[in-house]
């Protein structure tokens, strides 16, 4: 095994391509796309894998992300309310991607109508109650507003809906996504109602997980964080351990035997801050030894404080540590550790994500 | 002023400067020497006015941030505890830079000992309760021990004591940051009557900002935060709102006036996930006009929520917002902001930090 010296960021192939085969069947059974979101890796590289599982279009959360993917994918919905001062960016966009903008309100597909100089596809965000972005899903006259303007513009094709179940992260086990899951669903139903002729994009990876009959009037799922899910995902249900296709791996610094604790270079400027809170206690990973990198049964400790460099690991034998030894970690949150730690290993080899 | 049309970190670099000016003053007034975190902005340009004011001493948590900063700076103190897995480095360090190294453990010194080729400082790192690295003020046969070590050494030279007063930032206001500064303090000297001939030194923003006297044994201070300052260091008390001297800029993306709460492009990839806690309510900064840019006095909104790109603010008045509109927002933790950010302005000018 390589002998790192600094907290580094590794991923498993295998588990990663095995975790997008078990979603895309799962969608190609349904016979719905997969838009897998591409913010969880940010990388080229990972990108690739997908493409050799046939697939094409992909999600994205900024416009820059979009314009760093546009090299080598032609199919590209931003899945955040647009912002219109990026506009400039959009019009110099290459002709040759099929770029879709998402819009929750009506000032800024009006901008978009007067400013933007190419075709693209119009969805439109609907909240359906985790109220962070979207026009709420019974607005039915705000929406029709939307759609009305997109038909009588040259450039913007009003294609469909799309949401987001963020409330499914909030979940304390699989029972309770998949309830969560369909009183969402529910809610776009009453939408499909009127509206019948047009796409209904959802995605969320608790979610995509765990479902495995979809309403047929589902055409699209845009998962992300599934390709190598993480700690938090495991902890509400939506994946088995070994599941887990990435790890932290940090060196040991110091050891604090009357406390039963380790020191370890690798903190918050490494893992983010996200934590997982259960039985009144937080924690930011799960602590394995390094040797035993990819055996989730054989845990020796949990992360329990982040600062800036440091990280305290709470162990179970304090006896097992030697300075100098590396600890193997499984992150609370992978797409916050993808975007702090900027490079990552695939065995030998070293890749970035995008700038 | 600069339209921006991303979320952009800037730096006012008058206050960030009379925030150094106010801290060398005092450390001048005690006779003690000022060995600023350079941890808290990672830049060469920012690292030159320091030097303009006389400070020619660094601190940073890193052999990388050591190496980084060796180019211009040749007196550098690496306060976490040495990894003994970056010897290498260490051992290609340029001779011409002073190097000081934190050991809290007889393994890593021996280590030292055996297997670096250099001479360096080093410094023993006490815990005085905060618990996260040291050694315990009152463990003094293990304290001699590496001392005793270090007087065999050809090349580690035994400097004195380091410490940091984490404590200090769990304080609710002024009075609190004082009494847990003093009660610190007082630990130390403890080890003050056994080791008299060495160098102490403290540092941490809260205590830092506020204490004016020092005891006389006390030889350096090392705070890094007290250059731009925060949200939270504001909300303990270390500083006046007015002195906080970096604002993160975001556009506005969509208003919700149902729920009085805008959105804005700006989320934890760009201020990491550190909130303070007050009133029952948790929240990531102060938010303000981009008009207003430096003025604290009219704050329009709370960044409630942060998610990967998304920023909900809890706006007082939402008729005062349009889409495409600027916020300005002071973030609750500035050194993990300019982590995530990784660029800054300074009026027109962009700079990075190391990568």
């Given amino acids: 095994m390589k002998s ?153 094709t009003f294609k469909g809906f799309v949401s987001h179940f963020g409330n499914t992260y909030n979940s304390k086990n699989e029972k309770d996504i998949v309830k969560k899951f369909k009183s969402s669903i529910t809610k776009i139903e009453k939408l499909r109602e009127k509206y019948k002729n047009y796409e209904f994009s959802i995605g969320d990876t608790p979610s995509s997980s765990l479902i495995n009959t979809y309403p047929s009037f589902i055409t699209e799922i845009r998962p992300g964080n599934f390709i190598f899910y993480d700690l938090f995902q495991h902890l509400i249900g939506s994946c088995k351990i070994e599941d887990i296709a990435l790890r932290m791996i940090c060196p040991v610094v110091s050891i604090y035997k009357e406390r039963n604790e380790i020191l370890i270079y690798g903190g918050s400027v490494h893992f983010s801050k996200d934590s997982f809170h259960k039985d009144d206690k937080q924690f930011y990973g799960y602590v394995y030894n390094y040797e035993n990198l990819w055996n989730e049964k054989n845990r020796v400790g949990i992360l329990k404080s982040l600062s800036q460099e440091h990280g305290i690991v709470k162990v179970e034998n304090i006896q097992n540590f030697r300075i100098g030894d590396l600890v193997s970690i499984i992150p609370v949150h992978s797409c916050l550790t993808v975007d702090k730690m900027q490079d990552f290993f695939i065995e030998e080899n070293k890749y970035s994500i995008m700038d």
């Avoid at 992909?58 to 993917?69: D, R």
């Avoid at 966009?93 to 109508?113: G, M, R």
Wanted: glycine share 2%.
């Fill in 4 to 156: 790192f010296t600094k907290p580094t960021l590794i991923i498993d192939k295998d588990k990663s391509i095995n975790n997008i085969r078990n979603i895309k069947q799962k969608a190609d059974k349904n016979k719905i796309k997969l838009r897998p979101h591409f913010k969880t890796h940010q990388s080229l590289e990972i990108g690739s894998w997908y493409k050799n599982l046939g697939i094409n279009k992909i999600t994205v959360s900024s416009v820059s992300m979009a314009k760093f993917f546009s090299d080598e994918w032609d199919d590209i919905l931003i899945a955040f309310p647009i912002n219109i001062l990026e506009i400039e960016t959009l019009n110099n966009f290459s002709n040759k991607c099929n770029l879709s903008l998402l819009v929750d309100n009506f000032f800024s597909i009006e901008y978009l109508n007067k400013k933007l100089f190419k075709n693209v596809n119009i969805y439109i965000k609907i909240d359906v109650g985790y109220s962070r972005a979207g026009i709420q899903y019974t607005d039915l006259d705000y929406i029709d507003s939307i759609i009305k303007l997109c038909s009588f513009s040259n450039h913007l």
